[in-house]
């Protein structure tokens, strides 16, 4: 029996180039944003917030990024899973600390297995989508 494992993660130099590349895909985007990136277990590895992007987007950014670590899927996936499913809709936005069900959160993958994850905030949650996939784009 093992009693202890090793957790791969998201390596500082590479969350900064997503950081990087969100950043410069949200000015290209004319957004005003906060970006972070959160290792496998959902603590802040990277963070940048642009001129002008609402002090909101600085704790929504790393929430978003912490439930994409955190169950390694979407967070616009939420949304759907929740109209599906009425006590999930009810108990998951009230027990859930740092949830967040819409767009913007997305879980960083290298060779198949959780490293991280982004999140971005400060306009529509398609919009943060968008750049939070363009922050991704660096790994491809």
């Known amino acids: 029996m093992s009693t202890t ?3 791969t993660s998201i390596s500082r130099t590479a969350a900064l180039s997503m950081v ?3 950043l410069d895909a949200a000015e290209a985007a004319a957004e ?9 277990g959902g603590h802040l590895v990277a963070f940048a917030r642009m001129d002008g992007a609402p002090a909101q987007s600085i704790q929504i950014a790393q929430d978003k990024a912490y439930t994409a670590a955190g169950f390694g899927i ?3 996936q939420w949304h759907d899973f929740m109209t599906q499913d009425a006590p999930l809709a009810a108990g ?3 027990s859930i600390e740092r949830f ?9 993958i290298v060779d198949g297995q959780l490293v991280g994850g982004i999140g971005v ?3 529509h949650w398609s919009a943060d989508s968008t750049i939070a996939t363009a ?4 790994l491809s």
């Open 5 to 7: 494992r090793q957790i």
């Open 20 to 22: 990087q590349a969100a």
């Open 32 to 40: 005003r944003s906060s970006i972070a990136i959160t290792d496998a």
């Open 74 to 76: 979407p967070t616009a």
């Open 92 to 94: 998951a936005p009230t």
């Open 100 to 108: 967040v069900p819409f767009g913007g959160g997305l879980p960083i």
């Open 121 to 123: 905030s400060g306009g």
């Open 135 to 138: 922050g991704l784009g660096i």
